[in-house]
């Protein structure tokens, strides 16, 4: 390759590399912790989940059919039932919904009962907008941050498509990268942690780059996909082959069509049909159920099915009287290459398709991910302060780092705070009155750690104070947990609390021995030591 | 290193390569699915699944090519065909 198109790919990733990195370590970062957000950590979060049940199937009936007599008529077009797999839901929702509303609302809306899981006690109940009711569901720590992962918060279609751009400069970083490294062999295994801070972030940024360099292609690609899919991608596709409308493009690839209603009663079986989806897939865990025309001939349920030997989700298709009828994808049957890789983009950017080990590695390497533009940014940063003619003042150089630290770091310590939060919340605060809290925790905490940057002169003190914060914070969950949880280290009710709390504080030491190493006087002696 | 020497035309490279680029990608996918000997959903879905490889073949060709001029032209070109593809496309939907 010529030396000029080098130089200038090199450029071009700097470029990207600088006017992302902020917002892509921000992403990346919560990325990172949202592969854990469902289930584990919304297990961890919500006591409704935390003992291992299982509903009877009888019981599920039972209740469907039981509510199912007290909704008026037009509710019963549709009735999904949520599991508590903590997946999406915390309780066992009944959704009982009128496509065409009612004599009170003129749109889409429904009345919905949510049981505690253990006892199947009614807990909730709702009646209006279906929108409002998916919008303001109780959410808890680690779903927010998954939120917040997928838009920012700053709502759609303006979060997705900064996302969705994010993902595609990922992918230019990504390719850039590995064309102005060419010596990749040579480079994976070149890490010299005590050449210097400098060396050492090279060879990090380097390292971290190509050994994650697939991982990195398969999100970029794939949070491009889900970023721009439906508020780019999926109108451009339609406007020709329909006119612009995207409702009906869907409609004609829905998975679930309208059953035509014979009004002949005929109980659904959906005891049988939970059972048999249970025996047929043993591994998987059912997500949901979509009965539609209930107790009616011509009856059709759709389970909803995630893990076991598929690696994306699944849709089982049952009749009323409870024969099995096919599996397909999520997205229906429709033929083609295409919608194969659509179908495993979705476990690819999550890491949800071979159990907790796959899991930890999303981790590892969204961390990776994360850390790459940071690292970046700091050897673009130091490079302008070296030399005869340093472009970058060492006033400016440090403004710079207080500036990535109250930003990136702010937005760690923010999400370190969240889980002390969350135990306080569950103790104190009942069900979807959670929701309040997480927005004005978040923000503030990050708000507030940018503002202090802007005063606090040291910026190296001001890393320490960053890492001892996060330390703080997550060791403190544990002891939180201890004295407030119903399920804890202590009692050992739930093997995932206590191994959750145990890992807070594992994480929580790791921050602390972070702080001690990067004493100042620790910093001089490496210097000097490098020297 | 010196951005001046190592870029012609810097500004409209980078208008090229945020603006256009992506300009170019969104209607290729509508043009894409009038011309793709395929079944409906496979002309619809394939191009939807390669807008982030063509945004980023374009992106970075903005940016390398020896004259600034070269990827204007290829990007407008692409626009119009595809573009004009679209407009025959829905004219006969309507027709």
């Known amino acids: ?531 | 290193m010196n951005n001046k020497k190592t870029f012609s035309a810097t500004k409209r490279r980078h208008l090229m390569a945020c603006l256009l680029a992506l300009v170019t990608a969104t209607v290729m996918i509508t043009g894409m699915t009038t011309y793709l000997p395929l079944q409906m959903s496979e002309q619809i879905l394939l191009p939807i699944l390669l807008f982030p490889i063509i945004w980023v073949g374009l992106f970075i060709y903005a940016y390398i090519s020896e004259k600034a001029s070269q990827p204007f032209l290829v990007m407008i070109t692409l626009c119009l065909v595809h573009g004009i593809l679209s407009y025959f496309a829905l004219m006969q939907g309507q027709g």
């Open chain 1, 1 to 531: 390759m010529k030396s000029i198109t080098l130089k200038k790919l090199f450029l071009l990733h700097s470029w990207v590399g600088v006017v992302t990195a902020v917002l892509l370590f921000i992403v990346a970062f919560t990325g990172a912790l949202a592969v854990l957000a469902r289930p584990e950590l919304k297990i961890w979060a919500n006591q409704s989940l935390q003992q291992t049940q299982h509903i009877p199937n009888s019981e599920i009936s039972t209740l469907v059919n039981t509510y199912h007599a007290q909704v008026p008529k037009e509710f019963g077009e549709n009735i999904h039932v949520f599991m508590p797999t903590g997946h999406n839901f915390h309780l066992l929702a009944l959704v009982f919904e009128s496509h065409h509303g009612d004599e009170n609302y003129q749109q889409e809306v429904l009345r919905a009962f949510e049981f505690d899981p253990a006892s199947l006690a009614l807990v909730n109940t709702y009646y209006g907008p279906s929108k409002q009711y998916y919008a303001n569901r109780k959410t808890d720590a680690a779903s927010y941050i998954g939120e917040f992962h997928a838009d920012l918060h700053l709502g759609r279609p303006i979060g997705l498509i900064l996302t969705g751009f994010l993902g595609l400069t990922l992918l230019v970083s990504t390719v850039t990268g590995l064309f102005i490294h060419r010596k990749l062999i040579k480079e994976l295994f070149t890490f010299r942690w005590h050449k210097g801070f400098d060396v050492t972030i090279s060879d990090g940024h380097k390292v971290m780059g190509i050994w994650g360099s697939i991982f990195n292609i398969v999100i970029g690609f794939s949070g491009a996909f889900l970023g721009l899919a439906t508020v780019i991608l999926l109108p451009a596709a339609a406007f020709v082959s329909f006119g612009g409308d995207q409702d009906k493009l869907i409609e004609t690839f829905t998975a679930i069509p309208e059953p035509i209603i014979s009004y002949v009663n005929q109980p659904t079986n959906i005891t049988a049909i939970l059972s048999d989806a249970q025996q047929r897939y043993p591994h998987a865990v059912i997500l949901d159920a979509t009965v539609m025309a209930h107790n009616d001939a011509n009856a059709q349920v759709y389970l909803r099915l995630l893990g076991g030997e598929a690696v994306a989700s699944q849709l089982l298709h049952y009749n009323g009287q409870g024969e099995y009828i096919t599996s397909m994808s999520s997205f229906g049957h429709i033929a083609g290459v295409s919608i194969k890789i659509i179908e495993i983009l979705f476990p690819l950017h999550f890491g949800n398709f071979a159990g907790l080990f796959v899991k930890l590695l999303w981790v590892m390497l969204g961390l990776a991910c994360a850390l790459m533009p940071l690292s970046g940014m700091m050897m673009w940063l130091a490079k302008r302060t070296r030399g005869s003619t340093p472009t970058l003042s060492a006033d400016a150089y440090a403004r710079w780092n207080r500036f990535i630290i109250g930003s990136c770091g702010g937005l760690v310590l923010a999400c370190c705070v969240l889980f002390p939060v969350q135990v306080l919340l569950n103790y104190a605060v009942a069900g979807a009155e959670h929701n309040a809290y997480f927005g004005p925790v978040f923000f503030y905490a990050w708000l507030v750690w940018l503002v202090i940057a802007a005063f606090w002169q040291n910026y190296k003190n001001y890393f320490r104070a960053t890492l001892l914060l996060c330390a703080l914070f997550l060791i403190s969950v544990l002891p939180f947990n201890s004295v407030l949880g119903v399920n804890n280290v202590i009692n050992a009710n739930s093997t995932l609390v206590a191994f959750t709390d145990i890992s807070f504080l594992i994480v929580g030491l790791a921050f602390l021995w972070g702080y001690l190493k990067t004493k100042p006087d620790a910093i001089a002696l490496a210097e000097v030591k490098a020297a």
